[in-house]
């Protein structure tokens, strides 16, 4: 509920933004207009943060505008003053005295906000791709912050979670066993949340990225309403950022679409490392949105956040999947990954897309032949194996997406699985025909193959291949699935 002492200002910018009620959250009340959008933030103090003060309420609008108009510069317009006049009356932008203040922004469409397009079962793997493009340009854009303990914070934000979620009447077993493993995940991760916090991931993020804060603006999926309020919960690792995210798609979708995203993440930023600390930030995100929500939501929540945090956690294993151009392999190694390990399942690692990373391109680019010279192929592929052995040892599942036409290159990544880790390689087989005409019909994929490709691959000799081999004319993923079962891969 508006204040009652804002209601006149409530009134002015409900009949210029065309008379319809505000949408309102607990912080703010936001007045939804054909071409312009008015926010007020509501003299409230709710302990983490107090707008109660005209001056707190324009500083922090000021700071709503200063953190979201890089990503959103057309969404997020200016700042202005709802004024009294002389006569008393109010008005916006006028010479009298401040009396509140507002953000301006632009309309967009309810159906463009990414929260309705998951409702609808409207988030495709291109809109999945575009949030995870849109979030890693965000961070790659964000300049490192030094000096921030990340273990000392996530210790402090899941105290408080335990605290809040005991006030909000969640179970109080489950809340004590939860914040247990919680604690003793934190003690494991510390030095990876140290060695991160120094190799420059803690930066001043989004803080608050979930689906309802993304949204369609002119075509591209962009973010907005991030977390002004507080510095230092939005002072964070990006890769908490991003697992606020991935939970909400996890949550709400299941395994394959947090699957995915993350996927495309990693692709574009070369963060796997991000996933040996995932579990703890994705079960903390759960748990504070379970006692944001209560009742039964805040239930479903809670037990996502206990799912994530098993004792023991799932072992890692390592998938290697290859083959000539047009087998599948990258088809095959997504149906697989979600179904892989810890949540939202194994990272994939693809040469094609460490390939485009290292020359800067987006995946769907093309490169020159140069790119694929001997030495940037020797790069690419020492690149994967290090991607997954730094996973691996950070308890995650990977999949390799590679051609691994050459026998060192088979050795190599067989040799990242650290020890007691179970390995699986798969070898994709199909008619030479049959592979000419998928790689003909191919668009919008990372490989750059073409037939002329396929063929002088097709003529080399690959050496003994021990991998297990499949037939990719048919359906490789149902019985790739049956062996994985029967194997250590898949407990």
């Not at 054909?34 to 922090?60: Q, S």
């Not at 040469?351 to 020797?378: C, F, M, Q």
């Amino acid at each position: 509920m508006i204040p009652s002492a804002q209601r006149p200002v409530a009134d002015l910018l409900r009949r210029l933004a065309g008379g319809a009620a505000p949408i309102e959250t607990h912080i703010s009340a936001v007045f939804v207009g054909p071409d312009t959008v008015l926010k007020l933030k509501k003299a409230v103090d709710l302990g983490f943060l107090d707008f109660t003060t005209l001056a707190a309420r324009e500083r922090f609008t000021r700071r709503e505008l200063e953190v979201n108009k890089p990503f959103a510069p057309e969404l997020y317009r200016d700042v202005v003053p709802v004024t009294r006049a002389p006569d008393g009356r109010l008005e916006l932008g006028g010479g009298g005295e401040a009396v509140d203040w507002a953000l301006r922004m632009a309309p967009v469409p309810a159906r463009d906000f990414l929260d309705a397009a998951a409702a609808r079962g409207g988030l495709t793997p291109e809109l999945l791709d575009g949030m995870a493009d849109a979030v890693g340009a965000m961070h790659a854009a964000l300049a490192p912050v030094a000096g921030v303990d990340s273990a000392a914070a996530m210790t402090a934000a899941a105290e408080g979670t335990r605290r809040a979620a005991l006030a909000a009447g969640l179970p109080a077993d489950r809340v004590v066993a939860w914040s247990s493993a919680m604690a003793a995940a934190l003690r494991e991760r510390a030095p990876l949340l140290a060695a991160r916090a120094a190799a420059g991931r803690v930066r001043r993020c989004h803080g608050d990225l979930h689906l309802k804060n993304l949204c369609l603006w002119r075509g591209r999926v962009t973010p907005f309403d991030a977390l002004e309020f507080d510095e230092a919960l939005a002072t964070i690792d990006t890769g908490y950022d991003l697992a606020f995210l991935l939970m909400d798609l996890w949550h709400r979708l299941g395994r394959a679409a947090a699957n995915r995203a993350l996927n495309r993440y990693v692709a574009r930023t070369g963060d796997a490392g991000l996933v040996g600390a995932l579990p703890l930030w994705l079960s903390l995100r759960a748990a504070v949105r379970a006692h944001a929500e209560g009742g039964a939501a805040g239930l479903g929540y809670f037990a996502s956040a206990e799912a994530v945090l098993p004792r023991p956690p799932p072992p890692p294993g390592l998938v290697a999947v290859g083959g000539l151009p047009g087998t599948g392999k990258s088809r095959l190694a997504r149906a697989l990954a979600p179904d892989l390990g810890a949540v939202p399942g194994a990272l994939v690692l693809r040469s094609d897309e460490i390939r485009k990373r290292r020359h800067g391109v987006a995946p769907e680019e093309r490169l020159p032949a140069s790119a694929y010279a001997p030495a940037e192929n020797a790069a690419v592929f020492a690149e994967l194996a290090a991607l997954a052995g730094e996973a691996l040892r950070g308890g995650h599942a990977v999949v390799a997406d590679a051609a691994f036409l050459r026998p060192e290159e088979r050795a190599a990544i067989e040799a990242a699985a650290p020890a007691g880790v179970p390995f699986r390689g798969f070898w994709l087989k199909a008619p030479l025909d049959v592979l000419r005409a998928r790689v003909e019909a191919r668009r919008g994929d990372a490989s750059d193959a073409t037939v002329a490709v396929l063929e002088a691959a097709a003529g080399r000799d690959p050496g003994p291949v021990s991998w297990h081999a499949l037939d990719a004319a048919a359906d490789p993923v149902t019985a790739a699935r049956a062996l994985l079962r029967a194997s250590a891969v898949v407990p």
